[in-house]
């Protein structure tokens, strides 16, 4: 069995963003030739959440698209910003509510706005019965307890490029969540604790994704990210994890396919 028979699954990207305007027809062209068989786009503003509908309706054999506000975006977001948000989970491209969530690194928002804005949409993933997607950026603990506290037990989704340690990864995957992994994990030292975590989270919870145009793996870091350079995320988890590769994107493929059984007919979600 080929990576191509196989078939990956790009659980977050931004196709729509204006890095992929010269060529972006050509970039999924070569996406399906070298064995991604689906993408989800992803939204963080209401206007780039109108834009991944657009890119998923193009493509409804291939792409899904979640709709969501960004952290970074919250200090300018009003009320009415996440009332569109909810309109658009309406439309039948629409999988996933986010991208979500909490980032103190860079603190492009006020704290008190992130965490409110991040709470309300919670309680929108769990009306709207979506898996949510989540940005975490040094934010572990009030993720945690904000999903505890407002996700009523029945939020679920993915940690987008998980960022936590073991501990975190155990809480999350309590939570109901997956671990998205990407290109970042090319970067960590095999030898050191982080690099080492990636032969110990669970297998069953972990989905693949690129984050492009951002986060190209090593050894493209630094170019523009797209789908088809999950072959590498791939590899550096083949490796930690003393498995084929072949293996790893079956059952990354297949975690994918579960978290999102209610998008039927996309691409590998019919087991």
């Known amino acids: 069995m080929t990576l191509l028979e196989t078939g990956m699954i790009d659980t977050h990207c931004h196709l729509s963003h204006p890095d992929f305007d010269p060529d972006r027809e050509a ?36 792409i899904r698209a979640s709709v969501g506000i960004h952290p970074h975006e919250a200090g300018r977001t009003e ?15 629409v999988v996933a509510v986010g ?31 979506l898996p949510l997607v989540i940005h975490d950026r040094e934010a572990h603990e009030d993720v945690l307890r904000i999903l505890r506290e407002e996700g009523a037990g029945r939020a679920r989704g993915i940690f987008h490029c998980f960022s936590g340690d073991p501990e975190v990864a155990r809480q999350a995957v309590d939570l109901g969540f997956h671990l998205g992994l990407g290109g970042s994990i090319t ?21 693949l994704e690129t984050d492009a145009p951002w986060l190209a793996p090593i050894p493209e870091k630094g170019t523009r990210n797209d789908p088809t350079k999950m072959r590498h995320v791939v590899a550096r988890l083949a490796e930690a994890r003393n498995l084929p590769p072949e293996e790893i994107v079956a059952r990354t493929s297949a975690n994918a ?9 996309w691409p590998g979600h019919a087991g």
Request: charge should be positive.
């Open 27 to 62: 970039v999924l062209a070569r996406c399906w030739k070298e064995g991604v068989t689906a993408i989800l786009e992803v939204g963080y503003s209401v206007e780039t959440s109108r834009k991944a509908i657009a890119v998923a309706r193009a493509h409804p054999d291939r």
């Open 79 to 93: 009320p009415a910003d996440l009332e569109a948000i909810r309109e658009l989970t309406r439309e039948p491209e």
């Open 99 to 129: 991208e979500t969530g909490l980032d103190f690194y860079r603190d492009w928002a006020p704290r008190d706005r992130q965490l409110d804005l991040f709470a309300r949409t919670v309680r929108l993933g769990v009306e709207v019965d």
């Open 187 to 207: 970067y960590l030292n095999p030898r050191k604790k982080k690099g080492r975590m990636l032969g110990e989270l669970p297998l069953d919870r972990i989905v």
């Open 257 to 265: 396919a579960r978290l999102f059984a209610h998008a039927a007919p």
